[in-house]
């Protein structure tokens, strides 16, 4: 594993030189090397913008010819630098895998490899990544987890939503600018075909609310099944036993039944290290640590926030973090190791039958070495730091966003948009098993039929699970529309739905958390508890089992967007519905949809050789 933070010589600020960038001829423009980006990458900016970041001014990014700043502080909804195009391009395959010394047979991969290929650009940013598709039995598409999208819901990789699946031998072209900054990941959004492995990292260079020395590539920590992922979701709806994983990975790294290894990497005393972590799971929450350090935690999904320190982090699926962990100041105790620990929570996710429950050994992923350490094979003598327990997201007090929204009262009426999420006992869906949904009725998608090609209806196929938000950010783009999503069924009422707790997930936008609490709805006193001062924002919230989660947002973003529970057996299950954002604006802004057109002739032909087995609701 290399030691990319060593690797790289200090960092750099080249004024005025002329990249060589092959083809283009370009005025000269001023670039800056981020530590820890890879070999040859630079950002890059016009011609007098100074690059102003450093190892003592993280919060700094550029500064115009006029003198303005875009840092931390900037309010990157209303202001972006200006970048350059990132071009891509991966392959999804089909091939055996072993990250964990056993074969996963049916693994699909980006690039051969897992994670994925990281895909780097800077603030600012355009990327455009072309996805072929080698997979001998599945479609494709690649969404781009926790990016705003604005003006651009076509790119946003939903099959049955803003394309068809990615036929076989075909491919398609994403491209969309970066407003925001920080980590993320992408992911296959066809079925649970993330869990056989297309997932990837996404970096995005930019400010940081601290200092740091040091930056890591951001780590995806992943449960791993050996078996099929389309398999184990035959579980979901026939179990128990329900899905359950086999492994974890760090960073694609995990050991099994005595063979597979650890992640690992080296601290040098007394530096600071910028660690960006990303739940990139199919069914498991995570409690994140490391023996004996303090994480330093400076942004929750794309947003930044003001510092504070923790001991470990609970991260629910889809969730992302930035911390930074200072080195001990000397050589220290124990062996010079410590263990990192990626253990996950027993009370999110139940019933589990699984070894991994029975045995917090496994349950440790990563090795952090100090000086000569290296050298040696031993294990971490370290001892478990306080670690966080139970099922809950980090307390939104922590969570408080340098700049924060300012959320008036909702332009909608809340009673029509509150939402009951669960499984209806006695009444069972498609295939006559029970399933989860949101809207009364679980998704079940068209492949064939995105709902980007129906935005003249004025009906909806129940199983689309669309709801019309018809509303405007306003004149100053600062109006917001409220939900309020119940785990079961609303206080007092029948019949009841089988609560439970889910990452709720909403593409296209960051929300403000206005209320996370596991009391019951009530429509009279449950606006009571909202606080949308200075609130939490971000783009993945855990919805307590048997509470609500009670979000804000502005619907700037004309499309159709998801809002899913992060939980594949949850979302494939049904668990899911479609914000029809200003419908009326859709298409103008998006064009005729060229693209979508011709791939979903390619997959109509494929699959009509192919006949996929859909037996969920596709995303
Ligand atoms: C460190 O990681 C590398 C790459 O995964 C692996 O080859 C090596 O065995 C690991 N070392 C230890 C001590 O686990
Ligand atoms: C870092 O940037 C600040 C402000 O731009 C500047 O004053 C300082 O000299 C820089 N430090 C280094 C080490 O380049
Ligand atoms: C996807 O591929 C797997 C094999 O890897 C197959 O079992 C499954 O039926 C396929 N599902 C769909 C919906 O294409
Ligand atoms: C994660 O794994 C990738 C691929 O092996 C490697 O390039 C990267 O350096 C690793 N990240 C860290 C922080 O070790
Ligand atoms: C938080 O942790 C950082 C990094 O370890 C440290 O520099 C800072 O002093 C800590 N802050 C507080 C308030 O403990
Ligand atoms: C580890 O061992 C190698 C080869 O023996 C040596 O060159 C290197 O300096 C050692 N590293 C440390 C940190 O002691
Ligand atoms: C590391 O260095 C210390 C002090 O120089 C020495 O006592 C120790 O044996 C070394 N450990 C390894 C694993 O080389
Ligand atoms: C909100 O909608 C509900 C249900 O349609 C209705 O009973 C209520 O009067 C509405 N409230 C307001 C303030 O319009
Ligand atoms: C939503 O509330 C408004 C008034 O607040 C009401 O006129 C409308 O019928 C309600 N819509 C639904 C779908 O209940
Ligand atoms: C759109 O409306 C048409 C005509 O009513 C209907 O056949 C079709 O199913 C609708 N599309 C969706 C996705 O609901
Ligand atoms: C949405 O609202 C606008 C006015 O704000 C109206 O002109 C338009 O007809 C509405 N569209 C739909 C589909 O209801
Ligand atoms: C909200 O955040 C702003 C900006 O950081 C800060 O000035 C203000 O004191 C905070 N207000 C509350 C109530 O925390
Ligand atoms: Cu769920």
């Known amino acids: 594993m290399g030691f990319i933070s060593h690797s790289l010589a200090a960092f750099l600020v080249l004024a005025g030189t002329t990249p060589l960038v092959s083809g283009r001829s370009l005025p000269p423009r001023n670039t800056l090397v981020p530590r820890g980006a890879s070999p040859g990458f630079n950002c890059e900016f016009p011609q007098n913008w100074k690059p102003c970041n450093n190892d003592t001014n993280r919060d700094c990014w550029v500064i115009d010819p006029n003198g303005k700043r875009y840092d931390i502080n900037t309010d990157y909804e209303r202001d972006t630098p200006p970048g350059i195009e990132r071009p891509y391009s991966i392959e999804i395959d089909e091939s055996p895998f072993s990250p964990d010394g056993t074969v996963k047979p049916l693994a699909k991969l980006i690039d051969k490899k897992f994670p994925g290929t990281l895909i780097e650009a800077c603030w600012g940013d355009t990327l455009i990544v072309n996805v072929k598709n080698k997979l001998p039995d599945n479609g494709t598409t690649i969404h781009w987890h926790g990016v705003r999208l604005l003006g651009s819901n076509e790119m946003d990789g939903v099959n049955g939503v803003t394309q068809c699946p990615v036929a076989q031998d075909d491919s398609f072209t994403y491209k969309f600018k970066l407003t925001q900054y920080g980590h993320s990941w992408y992911h296959s959004h066809y ?33 791993w099944l050996h078996d099929s992922a389309f398999a184990a979701f035959h579980n979901e709806l026939v179990g128990p036993p329900l899905p359950m994983a086999d492994t974890i990975l760090l960073n694609g790294t995990g050991h099994f039944n005595g063979s597979g290894s650890y992640f690992n990497q080296t601290f040098v005393a007394g530096k600071r290290y910028l660690i960006r972590i990303i739940n990139a799971s199919v069914g498991l929450h995570f409690h994140f640590s490391i023996d004996n350090h303090i994480l330093q935690v400076i942004s929750t999904d794309f947003v930044p926030i003001k510092p504070y320190n923790t001991t470990s982090l609970s991260i629910g699926i889809g969730q992302r973090y930035s911390v930074i962990v200072e080195a001990k100041p000397d050589t220290p105790s124990s062996n010079g190791k410590y263990w990192i620990r990626t253990e996950y929570s027993t009370a999110c996710n139940n019933p589990i039958n699984d070894i991994l429950a029975t045995n917090l050994d496994r349950q440790r992923t990563g090795i952090i070495c100090y000086g000569n350490s290296t050298n040696s094979t031993d294990l971490p003598t370290s001892t ?44 069972p869906f498609r295939g006559n098993v029970l399933r989860w949904d949101i809207t009364d009725t679980p998704m079940f998608l068209n492949f064939s039929n995105p709902t980007l090609f129906n935005t003249k209806n004025t009906t909806w196929d129940p199983e689309y699970a669309v709801v019309d938000y018809n509303y405007t950010d306003g004149e100053n783009g600062d109006k917001f529309v409220y939900m309020v999503i119940t785990s079961g069924s609303l206080k007092g009422a029948t019949p009841a739905k089988v609560p439970a707790w889910h990452p709720i997930h909403l593409h296209g936008h960051d929300f403000a958390i206005l209320a996370q609490s596991s009391n019951p709805w009530d429509p009279v006193t449950g606006p009571n508890s909202f606080q949308p001062i200075n609130a939490t924002r971000r783009d993945v919230a855990g919805l307590p089992n048997g509470g609500y989660l009670a979000i804000a947002f502005k619907p700037d973003n004309p499309g159709a967007w998801l809002l899913h529970c992060h939980i594949a057996w949850h979302a494939s299950s049904g668990l899911a519905l479609q914000i029809l954002e200003r419908q009326n604006e859709i298409l103008l802004k998006n064009g005729p949809l060229d693209q979508q057109r011709a791939g979903c002739a390619k997959w109509d032909e494929w699959n009509a050789i192919h006949k996929v087995d859909q037996d969920d609701s596709g995303i």
């Open 191 to 223: 079925s649970t075909q993330y869990g056989d492995g297309v997932a990837g990292p996404l970096l995005i260079h930019g400010p940081n609310s601290a200092n740091w020395d040091y930056e890591w590539t951001p780590l995806l920590v992943s449960d």
């Open 384 to 427: 478990r730091t306080d670690v966080a327990a139970g099922c809950a997201d980090v307390p939104t007090a922590s969570l408080q966003p340098i700049v924060p929204w300012t959320i008036g009262a909702p332009q909608n009426n809340i009673t029509n948009n509150t939402y009951h999420t669960g499984l209806h006992l006695g009444q």
